[in-house]
């Protein structure tokens, strides 16, 4: 299993503010994609976004955009604008060219009024 | 378009017991998977299989066997639950980014 890391347990943001949320990774797989899903509290797993590690731009996707840093393994979502439905739990994802996924344990981003 | 769907929603067991959870998908995808979510974790990856007729172990497989019935399904059991296995499991499939189905909430008493 990849070693991914969210360190960021909670954050909070005011609305239309911009928030990061920071993931890094271990995989010795030169080709990977690097995954963002969000968890609402109702439960359901939505994609937000997707990075390959050989996409020269950083993706971006509506509010939603990856700062990737290949050599440091480092894909950090930056949500701009921030709205308060996007108070969630958001989810790094890694996954190998065996299309494994596995996930960071999240960090929950509470979106204030 | 139903995507990924998976039975039961809601499951409680007695320790010991066996139970099957199961997932299809509609969407031609060759790769699906199981995840157990236990509160305030992320998603650990129990089984995995690439295509029809393979799986594989991923993180926390102790406890469970699946089975790739064919291309669509995939199906998880648990032979003997025990309470550690409480928690919410997820069914996903992946051409490119996974779908997920909308999860079983499983209690163990």
């Known amino acids: 299993a990849q070693k991914i890391t969210q360190t960021q347990p909670g954050m909070f943001v005011q609305e239309k503010e911009a928030v990061t949320l920071d993931c890094t990774y271990d995989t010795s797989d030169p080709s990977y994609g690097l995954f963002w899903y969000k968890q609402p509290s109702s439960g359901e797993m939505i994609f937000l976004i997707y990075q390959g590690s050989y996409d020269q731009q950083n993706a971006t996707e509506g509010r939603y955009s990856l700062n990737f840093q290949k050599a440091r393994k480092s894909a950090n979502l930056v949500i701009s604008a921030s709205q308060l439905g996007d108070s969630a739990m958001y989810f790094c994802?890694?996954?190998?060219?065996?299309?494994?996924?596995?996930f960071g344990t999240g960090t929950s981003l509470t979106v204030i009024p | 378009n139903a995507g990924v769907t998976q039975t039961p929603k809601f499951q409680v067991l007695k320790t010991g017991q066996s139970m099957t959870l199961q997932c299809a998908q509609d969407?031609?995808?060759?790769?699906m998977y199981w995840y157990r979510q236990d509160p305030g974790m992320g998603l650990r990856l129990i089984y995995y299989?690439?295509?029809?007729?393979?799986?594989d172990k991923g993180e926390v497989p102790n406890g469970y066997n699946v089975s790739r019935l064919n291309k669509r399904e995939f199906s998880l059991r648990l032979e003997s639950a025990a309470p550690s296995q409480t928690s919410v499991y997820f069914c996903?499939?992946?051409?490119?980014?996974?779908?997920f189905g909308q999860g079983t909430r499983l209690t163990v008493v």
């Open positions: 994802a890694p996954s190998t060219t065996g299309n494994q996924f596995y």
């Open positions: 299989s690439a295509s029809e007729g393979t799986t």
């Open positions: 996903a499939s992946s051409g490119h980014e996974a779908f």
């Open positions: 969407m031609n995808h060759n790769s």
